[in-house]
């Protein structure tokens, strides 16, 4: 069994400080609380999965294998003596923030905004209609992802609609016609890679609402479509003719280049029995169609106004569809407790606001703070800012120190929780990377949290078998 101390500050007393996500935002608070000298610290880093990272796990696609990479930088704040990491305890069931205050100085909030928008059409409840964050969490391995959803659907998806042009919107399409070959060295659990495989997808139609001026998408995820193994990327040369995208073009560089990679794949063709990645513009879808499950997308034509806003022109077409995954953002949901307004958390300058008070020693950082937009590296400058305030507070009055002092660690196991720390994460981890090797990669994560579990439980007693919870996650 690990020691489960709290790592201790230089000093007699170290600030404690709960930090609860273990996602980009909250290992960058725990990184910028760890690394200051000013004040000693002593960082709980909680989540409520046994794994950290966030949704650098369980959201950048398995196939942008650098990307993923990252957690190695992120991984030597866990390493950081300041820090311990607290996973599988989720705040808001586990244990109140009321309760978790109790054994902390303050508390920095850092969970994410995972939760999904809906398009708020006519038929998006169907069968074979998903959010982007079912088909993510589902191709990443999330513990919680609906699996026999996602794959029922899969399996038929033969004309696919992804609704959305940002990069979450190119990742899903991208996954669905990737090969066999090309997704073969990612960590994509074994099941995930069966069902890629078998699915039978001949077309992806990608739409957007407004113009290709106005699309959200990066340069560099526009560019990959381009180079895909098994696929064509096409889009309709009549999609480009808007002379206000030209001029939108000539005043920002990121426009520009979207366009002209977007010029070049208009000239594409497509190829007999090579699946095709469609992009349309100026394409709102109206309704999904069908009765037991989702048939098609009506969609209407759209033109673009100056200040960017679209509008429905009346023209219709329908776009056929076995699988329709909306991919239109992220939202935050509530935890108990904590005040929410319009998906974030109220604050100022990352000290958490209630009722229009600053609440001491409540602060907030990542996408539950300022909404889900940024790449990780963004959550770096926020948590900065959110630690800025809470290190300025406990240098005055208004953070005041104290509580009970029992350890946290302790007293979720007095009560029958299972906190998963760095050695049980280490476990875990081993035991991918052992699992990867068997096919030749270098991970393949697990996906369920028995498994996740089994795992902690096989190497605090050597010799007990690893038990990987159902078959498949067996190589
Ligand atoms: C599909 C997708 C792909 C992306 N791809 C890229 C990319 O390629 N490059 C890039 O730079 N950025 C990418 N991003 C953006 C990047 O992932 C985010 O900027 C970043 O993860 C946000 O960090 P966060 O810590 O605020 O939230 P998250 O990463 O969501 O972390 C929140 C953490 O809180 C935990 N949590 C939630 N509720 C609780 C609770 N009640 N108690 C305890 N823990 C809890 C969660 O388990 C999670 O670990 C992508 C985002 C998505 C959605």
């Given at each position: 069994m690990p020691d489960v101390a709290q790592p201790s500050g230089t000093g007699p007393r170290p600030l404690r400080v709960a930090v609860v996500g273990a996602g980009p935002a909250g290992i960058y608070a725990a990184e910028a609380l760890a690394a200051q000298d000013d004040v000693p610290v002593a960082v709980d880093l909680i989540?409520?999965?046994?794994?950290?990272?966030g949704l650098v796990r369980h959201?950048?696609?398995?196939?942008?294998r650098k990307m993923r990479a990252l957690r190695e930088t992120l991984h030597h704040t866990l390493d950081h003596e300041r820090v311990r990491f607290v996973g599988n305890v989720e705040v808001g069931l586990d244990l109140s923030i009321a309760e978790l205050r109790r054994h902390v100085d303050a508390v920095v909030y850092?969970?994410?905004?995972a939760g999904d928008r809906a398009?708020?059409?006519?038929?998006?409840?169907?069968?074979?209609s998903l959010a982007a964050t079912d088909v993510v969490a589902w191709y990443c391995g999330h513990p919680d992802a609906d699996r026999a959803r996602v794959e029922e659907a899969v399996a038929r998806a033969r004309d696919v609609v992804v609704v959305g042009v940002g990069n979450v919107a190119l990742d899903v399409a991208r996954v669905l016609v990737r090969s066999p070959a090309e997704l073969d060295?990612?960590?994509?659990p074994q099941h995930v890679l069966d069902a890629l495989a078998a699915a039978p997808v001949e077309r992806v139609t990608v739409l957007g609402r407004r113009g290709p001026a106005q699309a959200t998408f990066t340069t560099q995820e526009l560019r990959e479509l381009?180079?895909?193994?098994?696929a064509t990327v096409l889009v309709d040369p009549a999609d480009l003719t808007d002379p206000g995208d030209d001029a939108l073009a000539a005043g920002d560089r990121h426009v520009a280049r979207n366009l002209a990679v977007l010029h070049e794949y208009a000239a594409h063709t497509a190829e007999p029995g090579r699946p095709v990645v469609r992009l349309r513009f100026h394409a709102r879808p109206v309704r999904l169609l069908g009765t037991d499950r989702v048939t098609g997308v009506e969609v209407e034509r759209t033109t673009v106004d100056a200040d960017g806003r679209a509008t429905g022109t009346g023209e219709l077409d329908v776009v056929p569809a076995d699988l329709v995954v909306r991919s239109v953002g992220y939202r935050g949901h509530p935890l108990p407790g904590l005040p929410l307004d319009g998906g974030t958390v109220p604050h100022r300058a990352g000290r958490v606001l209630r009722e229009g008070e600053i609440s001491p020693g409540e602060y907030v950082a990542g996408w539950i703070k300022r909404g889900p937009t940024g790449v990780v590296g963004t959550n770096k400058h926020d948590a900065r800012e959110t630690v800025a305030s809470l290190l300025a507070d406990a240098a005055t009055e208004r953070l005041h120190t104290g509580g009970d002092p029992d350890d946290l660690v302790r007293a979720l196991q007095a009560r029958g929780a299972q906190p998963v720390l760095l050695a049980d994460w280490r476990a875990i981890d081993a035991a991918e990377v052992a699992l990867g090797a068997t096919r030749g990669r270098d991970r393949t994560t697990l996906h369920e949290r028995a498994a996740l579990l089994a795992a902690v439980r096989a190497a605090a007693v050597p010799g007990v078998a690893l038990d990987r919870g159902t078959a498949d996650s067996t190589p």
């Amino acid at each position: 069994m690990p020691d489960v101390a709290q790592p201790s500050g230089t000093g007699p007393r170290p600030l404690r400080v709960a930090v609860v996500g273990a996602g980009p935002a909250g290992i960058y608070a725990a990184e910028a609380l760890a690394a200051q000298d000013d004040v000693p610290v002593a960082v709980d880093l909680i989540d409520r999965l046994p794994t950290p990272f966030g949704l650098v796990r369980h959201g950048i696609a398995p196939d942008h294998r650098k990307m993923r990479a990252l957690r190695e930088t992120l991984h030597h704040t866990l390493d950081h003596e300041r820090v311990r990491f607290v996973g599988n305890v989720e705040v808001g069931l586990d244990l109140s923030i009321a309760e978790l205050r109790r054994h902390v100085d303050a508390v920095v909030y850092t969970y994410g905004a995972a939760g999904d928008r809906a398009l708020g059409v006519p038929g998006e409840e169907l069968p074979g209609s998903l959010a982007a964050t079912d088909v993510v969490a589902w191709y990443c391995g999330h513990p919680d992802a609906d699996r026999a959803r996602v794959e029922e659907a899969v399996a038929r998806a033969r004309d696919v609609v992804v609704v959305g042009v940002g990069n979450v919107a190119l990742d899903v399409a991208r996954v669905l016609v990737r090969s066999p070959a090309e997704l073969d060295p990612t960590e994509m659990p074994q099941h995930v890679l069966d069902a890629l495989a078998a699915a039978p997808v001949e077309r992806v139609t990608v739409l957007g609402r407004r113009g290709p001026a106005q699309a959200t998408f990066t340069t560099q995820e526009l560019r990959e479509l381009g180079h895909l193994a098994d696929a064509t990327v096409l889009v309709d040369p009549a999609d480009l003719t808007d002379p206000g995208d030209d001029a939108l073009a000539a005043g920002d560089r990121h426009v520009a280049r979207n366009l002209a990679v977007l010029h070049e794949y208009a000239a594409h063709t497509a190829e007999p029995g090579r699946p095709v990645v469609r992009l349309r513009f100026h394409a709102r879808p109206v309704r999904l169609l069908g009765t037991d499950r989702v048939t098609g997308v009506e969609v209407e034509r759209t033109t673009v106004d100056a200040d960017g806003r679209a509008t429905g022109t009346g023209e219709l077409d329908v776009v056929p569809a076995d699988l329709v995954v909306r991919s239109v953002g992220y939202r935050g949901h509530p935890l108990p407790g904590l005040p929410l307004d319009g998906g974030t958390v109220p604050h100022r300058a990352g000290r958490v606001l209630r009722e229009g008070e600053i609440s001491p020693g409540e602060y907030v950082a990542g996408w539950i703070k300022r909404g889900p937009t940024g790449v990780v590296g963004t959550n770096k400058h926020d948590a900065r800012e959110t630690v800025a305030s809470l290190l300025a507070d406990a240098a005055t009055e208004r953070l005041h120190t104290g509580g009970d002092p029992d350890d946290l660690v302790r007293a979720l196991q007095a009560r029958g929780a299972q906190p998963v720390l760095l050695a049980d994460w280490r476990a875990i981890d081993a035991a991918e990377v052992a699992l990867g090797a068997t096919r030749g990669r270098d991970r393949t994560t697990l996906h369920e949290r028995a498994a996740l579990l089994a795992a902690v439980r096989a190497a605090a007693v050597p010799g007990v078998a690893l038990d990987r919870g159902t078959a498949d996650s067996t190589p």
